[in-house]
Every structure is written in C-alpha cells, then in structure tokens.
C-alpha cells in the first residue's frame, strides 16, 4: 500500500461528506504555492521566466494558514518554485501538520539533504522529489548535470531519518518508455513510498514549447509503460487517473479539485493556466466561468491537457462516486494490464531528448534568475 490507510480514510470520508451535503464543486488537494523563486532553469516550466521583483516575493505564514483554513482541502501540496528556499518554510510545515494536513512539500531535493534538521517526521508530512527519470534523462529535464545524484543523496538520507517520501514525474514528447520503467525498478529499490505521474503541459513562459505531449501521443506513451507493469511497483495516484492516461477511460476535467493559491492570490482557474486571480476562495468558486475549461468546452488551451492537477480529482470522485467506481478502482490496484501490443512498443527505437538536443549548463544561483539555451 503506497498510501498510509489514515491518509486514504481521511481523504475518502471528506469526499463522502461533500457527497452527502450535496456539494457538487469541492477542493480535494489545495496547490499552495509560497514563492516562484528556484535554484533550477528547468526548460519545460516557466515560473522563474518572472521579472525580478516577482521573484523575490513569497505568501508569509500567516497568508499560507488562512488560505489553508479558508479551502479546507485534506490534502495540500507546497510546489513553487522552490519551496525549500522559502525562509519560513519550517514554520509553514509546522503549522500545516498542526492542523493535520496531509502535506506533499515538492522539492527538487538540491536543498533537501542540508535543510532536513529543520523538520520532523511525520505521517502528515511527505517530501515529493521532483526526478523526471533516470540521471541523464532528469539532468537533462532539469538543465543541470548531478541533479539526479544529489536527489538520490537526498532521498536515502530523508528515508534513513524516517520521513515519507514520493517521486514526482512529469514526461514530455520523446521519452522512453523503457527508461521510465527502468526508473520504476531504481525508485522502488531505493525505498520511495511510491510515484507520482503526469504528461507535461505547455506553460506559455516555459522556455521549451516543442515538446509537450498532444491527447493521442499521451496515451500511447503511458500505455507502453503502464501495461505489463511489474508487481513491485508503486504509485502515489489513483489508479482510475492511470487508467485515464493509458486511454482506457474518459474524464472531464475537474480545475476546482486542486485549487491554486499564490503571491497573487487564487488563481483562475487552475494550476496551469492564468486567467485572472480571485482575492477569496468563495470567489474563485462562485464567479469562476468553469464552463470555459477542459477538453470539451473547445478553450485550445486545455486541448491536450491530461495533467495531475485537472483529472486526478475527476477520477478520485469517480471512485467514491458509485459501487461500480469503488469496484472499478479496486480491480485496477491489482491489476497488471497485460497487454501484447504495448509490449510491442516497447521494441521500438527511441533516440534520447538528451541526445537529440543537449542543453548547454546552466548554473542558478538563490538569487538569481537563469534562462535555459540550447545549442
């Protein structure tokens, strides 16, 4: 079981609740993002593309509680940026935990070996470590060489302390699928309480627009990993939301599960797209056109949107929407999706991104901003 039982019982009976209220909008993962700032120049994502003085801003404790309080979401993720660069990121942990959050805090762990002593370990508390595949793959994705073995360090020393922790995968156009199980097999040896999924989506700042993955391709790269997957392996998702990215099901997307909440305020509507901030949750909720977004409602914006944050919570609602979505999501854990064309895919010749279009070494510095070029 990748998921402790009192995580799963706490998300699933909040669910039940809204159910029962007859709530048909309601958070389940609250994105709360302290800072944009980071210590990578990842070519896939834009957030450090932001001037300067945006840059070194960050939500206080203070505003990270309220909105926390004012969602009331089970589960919260801390991404960034950064958020490990944060100066008041314990206190923001700690204040979470206090209010029995479940909390994923999503690090590229260049900081997380130094910065452990500044947290306890705790069921409410995962370390989500952003690794995208095995070390030349990730280093590549990341724009820095020695990224992956500094993960790795990081990783054991925070497993060895007695924290949880997770890895965190976004693939984009061109990967291996052989690699990326290969990378299965190294995070399970290592000892990761199980992976979390999800196909790139094309932030307009990023820096790198050629290699985001269209609906079709999607399927077909998470059909020939996931199909014939190997016991051992674990993952930190619903297994409806895998099953959603290997083309077996169709989901509408869900923008108002996994709320944004950042220095500008709450974003509208999700995540991953910026079409204006609300100053309240009840705001954002209420005079949010959601009828704008997700594959049907024909915004080229969300075309071949497939991402974690816009259909994990359709597929968890599904769940726990009907007997058949329970059954249906219980056959899936066990499943091994044996399928002999995917395997077949598996044999087909897959030249490396890294070894089509290397990027040249980028350093950043805490204070700095650095943008990705390729040569």
Not at 155 to 169: C, D, Q, S
């Amino acid at each position: 079981m990748s998921v402790p039982i009192s995580q799963m019982w706490t998300v699933a009976t909040y669910i039940l609740k809204q159910k029962l209220a007859g709530r048909k909008r309601y958070p389940l993962v609250l994105m709360l993002e302290p800072l944009f700032r980071c210590n990578l120049a990842c070519a896939g994502c834009g957030k450090i593309q932001y001037p300067a003085h945006i840059l070194k801003r960050n939500l206080s404790p203070e505003e990270c509680f309220r909105a926390v309080d004012e969602c009331g979401a089970p589960v919260v993720t801390i991404p960034g940026g950064e958020p490990l660069m944060h100066p008041q990121i314990r206190e923001i942990v700690e204040g979470l935990v206090a209010r029995k959050k479940y909390v994923y805090l999503c690090t590229n762990a260049l900081l997380l070996e130094e910065k452990l002593d500044q947290f306890t370990p705790s069921k409410y508390l995962t370390f989500s470590v952003h690794l995208d595949g095995q070390r030349e793959e990730h280093d590549f994705a990341v724009c820095r060489e020695g990224g992956y073995d500094i993960a790795v360090r990081a990783i054991r020393a925070a497993l060895k302390r007695g924290f949880r922790v997770t890895t965190n995968t976004t693939l984009f156009d061109g990967a291996d699928p052989n690699s990326v199980r290969a990378f299965f097999d190294e995070m399970m040896e290592l000892g990761v309480e199980g992976m979390m999924l999800s196909p790139g989506y094309s932030y307009e700042k990023a820096p790198d627009q050629h290699h985001f993955l269209g609906r079709a391709r999607t399927r077909r790269l998470f059909r020939a990993i996931l199909s014939n997957r190997k016991r051992h392996w674990k993952f930190n998702l619903s297994p409806l939301f895998m099953e959603f990215l290997m083309g077996k099901r169709h989901y509408r997307c869900t923008p108002w599960g996994m709320p944004t909440y950042n220095i500008f305020g709450w974003q509208k509507p999700c995540y991953l797209l910026q079409d204006g901030y609300a100053d309240t949750f009840e705001e954002l909720m209420a005079e949010t056109e959601w009828s704008r977004y997700g594959t049907e409602s024909g915004n080229p914006k969300c075309a071949n949107c497939m991402v974690h944050s816009g259909y994990e919570a359709s597929a968890v609602n599904d769940t726990f929407g009907s007997l058949r979505g329970l059954l249906a999501t219980a056959k899936a854990t066990f499943s091994r999706y044996r399928d002999p064309e995917a395997a077949e895919m598996l044999r087909e010749r897959v030249v490396p991104a890294h070894a089509r279009n290397p990027f040249v070494q980028i350093e950043v510095s805490s204070g700095s901003v650095a943008e990705g070029t390729r040569v």
